[in-house]
């Protein structure tokens, strides 16, 4: 099987080839912003000597609890992460068992540190110096997933990922925060660390001295998060204006493949979840240089980050539920906080669901970067880009049309249908997929990821059957499913939007590799209004007879209540699907997706084959609200 270039697994295959490096920073460049920071390294929040700040932060409800938090905390030893537990992941391909205790360790961190700025009577110190020994001893800060050849863990290489960078800013601006109430020896020891495992790695891939980093030309989450960390660690601990500029501009350089991860619409094709994590990070990232340049460097005003941001805001299927496409899990929603620090710079408002939400919930980054979202933001004006609001987002690019039933309609039907092609990041095989809402409940649904193991992100990774093309809305043909890369795509034939109805048709036959496929195109039309609808027809021609199968994926219950109708349901709200297959029987059979998924109700795949094979056809689906009774 081959594996496309775009997926993840690119960060665990053979990518130390100079081609994934990236450029020496402009010297200009990093001479006109060294002149723009501060004289010493500051964090992103107050140091502990400013009381004030330190009043205001005990102030906000995320900290309200945290002496508790840290008094509770000290009175449990510190959870044990022996080699042993690292070596698991590539014994037993297990990511869970070394990140659970991994990310237990990770944020005692913050709490410590969170009670100590609060309280400011030094008991929280000792043992959050024992801590940080402790995150010093590890062999290295990289995820086992990461390191798949171990040449981290037996100390190799020293490269950085998601965890070592968030490791690395985490102690950076505990030692800034803190100061001298830290003892010069932890002090030192940071500072050490620091430069071995984050600094001295990231500089050498700059410089091209060194392979690795791959993630520097990443066009992911990773490119951002890992900047965040990386930028984030050196503006708080390294004394060089210059040499906190260099760092500034590596980043300005390298980002801009972030944002080309988004399809110029600003489709994001790791799903919604990954954009709170991915695109979160590219805003601390330009927060964090904002505030340390005293605006001169604003990564969110560079006009190719305005679509991208505004993803959460248009990807809304129906009240607060929204896509759940690639390896996004069910439920998955914008970040509150995320979100509400986005509507001030962009001068948007957030979705009625999203306003009455109720608490901000936000991680310390979140907190000490994000709160300030007043009217002393510099704005950014984007509210043409959402025109297109209520009634549906169209994004040409990404191929994802979602209908929505628009202003004063009686019923809440909404559906998402997805194009795109089958090499996108965090890719699924399921070009022409589609989910239906009606209610409060996503009635047919794309199952999202399953849980992630050492299958997810290699060459077996489309055995499973949620990310191959069997766990989607979309045809078996020939017996055959959906083959993965850039070329099995959705071609867009035609749209039509009304305020009555959406029209997408698409050419989905390049997703198959059937050469007796010679017309394989899906049609959807979605009706608004008193009685609202989804049709989805498939037209068909081989060159021979061949099988043809749907599929409808759900979390619910289904019954056929006649030969041409099933009822699928969840609670009270449910869907009635109208089968029409040109005279041609059909038989319909089930199947629970047996993988290990997120949700806590498998998803369960329904089949309807045709019961002989066919030259050529059409196969319609309508698909209407309706009443469990």
């Not at 010093?136 to 100390?155: G, I, M, Q």
């Not at 399921?430 to 990821?449: A, E």
């Not at 034939?493 to 036959?509: A, G, M």
């Not at 369960?604 to 689906?621: A, D, M, Y």
Request: net charge neutral.
């Amino acid at each position: 099987m081959t594996i496309t270039p775009r997926l993840i697994v690119l960060a665990w295959i053979a990518v130390w080839t100079t081609g994934l490096l990236a450029k020496e920073p402009d010297a200009t460049r990093v001479k006109s912003i060294a002149g723009w920071l501060p004289a010493e390294p500051a964090a992103i929040g107050a140091p502990i000597t400013n009381r004030t700040a330190w009043a205001e932060f005990a102030r906000r409800p995320e900290f309200a609890d945290a002496i508790e938090k840290a008094t509770a905390l000290a009175q449990h030893p510190i959870p044990e992460q022996p080699d042993d537990l690292f070596l698991d992941f590539s014994r037993t391909g297990n990511r869970d068992h070394w990140q659970t205790v991994a990310f237990e360790r990770r944020a005692m961190v913050w709490t410590y540190l969170i009670g100590e700025g609060v309280e400011n009577q030094g008991r929280f110190i000792p043992p959050l110096e024992k801590l940080i020994a402790a995150l010093c001893e590890e062999k290295t800060w990289v995820y086992p997933a990461h390191d798949r050849s171990l040449k981290n863990f037996r100390r190799q290489e020293v490269d950085i990922d998601l965890g070592s960078s968030a490791v690395g800013w985490s102690l950076a601006t505990t030692r800034n925060i803190l100061g001298d109430k830290l003892s010069s020896a932890t002090q030192r020891l940071i500072r050490e660390n620091l430069d071995r495992r984050i600094f001295t790695p990231f500089r050498d891939s700059i410089r091209e001295t060194r392979g690795g980093n791959w993630w520097i030309k990443g066009d992911n989450n990773w490119n951002a998060v890992c900047l965040a960390g990386v930028n984030g660690a050196a503006l708080a601990t390294l004394e060089s204006r210059e040499e906190r500029a260099w760092f500034i501009v590596a980043a300005e350089d390298s980002v801009q493949n972030f944002l080309n991860g988004f399809t110029p619409d600003g489709y994001c094709s790791e799903g919604v979840g990954y954009w709170n994590y991915g695109f979160g990070h590219y805003l601390l990232l330009s927060e964090t240089i904002r505030r340390a340049t005293d605006g001169h460097v604003d990564f969110l005003s560079n006009p190719k980050a305005v679509r991208p941001a505004l993803f959460g805001a248009r990807t809304e299927i129906a009240a607060d539920i929204y896509p759940s496409i690639a390896d996004c899990s069910p439920g998955s929603r914008p970040s509150l906080a995320l979100m509400t620090f986005l509507t001030n710079r962009f001068d948007f408002d957030l979705p009625p669901s999203q306003s009455a939400a109720g608490k901000v919930t936000r991680s310390v980054n979140e907190s000490f970067l994000l709160s300030d979202a007043s009217s002393r933001l510099p704005k950014i004006s984007a509210r043409s880009e959402l025109d297109d609001l209520p009634w549906r987002t169209w994004f040409p690019q990404g191929g994802v049309l979602i209908c929505r039933p628009g202003t004063n309609q009686p019923s809440p039907f909404a559906v998402c249908l997805k194009g795109g092609n089958n090499a996108e990041n965090h890719n699924h095989n399921d070009v022409g997929t589609f989910m239906v809402v009606s209610g409060k409940t996503m009635l047919i649904c794309d199952p999202g990821s399953e849980v992630y193991t050492s299958r997810t992100f290699s060459a077996k990774r489309y055995e499973s059957k949620v990310l191959n093309s069997f766990g989607h809305a979309v045809p078996v043909i020939a017996g055959k499913l959906q083959r993965e890369g850039a070329d099995a795509r959705g071609v867009v034939l035609e749209t039509k939007f009304t305020p009555t109805q959406d029209t997408l048709r698409l050419d989905i036959r390049s997703a198959y590799a059937v050469p007796e496929l010679k017309k394989l195109e899906r049609a959807f039309i979605y009706q608004r209004g008193p009685a609202p609808s989804l049709t989805v027809t498939d037209s068909i021609q081989f060159s021979k007879p061949s099988t043809y199968e749907a599929a409808l994926i759900t979390w619910g219950q289904w019954k056929r209540s006649s030969d041409n109708e099933l009822l699928i349901s969840d609670g009270s709200d449910a869907v009635r699907v109208q089968i029409d297959s040109g005279n041609i029987p059909f038989e319909v059979a089930s199947e629970v997706l047996d993988e290990h998924v997120h949700t806590k109700t498998k998803p369960v795949r329904i089949g309807l084959k045709l019961s002989q094979p066919i030259t050529h056809g059409e196969f319609k689906l309508t698909i209407q609200p309706a009443k469990n009774n």
